[in-house]
């Protein structure tokens, strides 16, 4: 049996997370309204996912390096939204819960993107 990187496995399992929340938030009534400002659309999350799965079975480094950076693009993506500064007007019904999942999504897309590069250079790393 093969011995797999274990920062490999948590990336993928961050991303994984951040999948199934964002068909999670697709069950609530306000995602209609706000659903494309919190969160990116589901297609988008999967790809990276199913690439860091399958990178981590194949103990491949260059889909750990392609799903960090479409995670790191959708990042830059989410910068452009208004959520936490206003911009964008959320009923005070719906912004707990509107601002929470917008945050949450921020931290996990951050820390998948954040930890895959760093297990992209670790793996990087000649031993001597």
Do not use: C
């Not at 999948?19 to 697709?26: K, W, Y």
Request: no cysteine.
């Amino acid at each position: 049996m093969k011995e797999r990187s274990l920062l490999y496995f948590v990336t993928a399992v961050i991303a994984t997370i951040l999948f199934l929340v964002s068909i999670i938030i697709r069950s609530f009534e306000w995602f209609g309204t706000y659903g494309e400002h919190v969160m990116p659309v589901m297609y988008a999350l999967f790809i990276p996912a199913v690439l860091l799965w399958v990178g981590w079975f194949y103990q491949n480094k260059g889909f750990l390096l392609a799903a960090s950076v479409m995670i790191a693009v959708l990042i830059g993506q989410q910068f452009g939204f208004g959520i936490l500064n206003g911009d964008l007007f959320i009923t005070a019904r719906f912004a707990p819960m509107v601002k929470t999942v917008y945050v949450l999504g921020f931290i996990l897309m951050f820390s998948t993107a954040g930890i895959g590069f760093y297990t992209y250079l670790k793996l990087n790393q000649v031993k001597k």
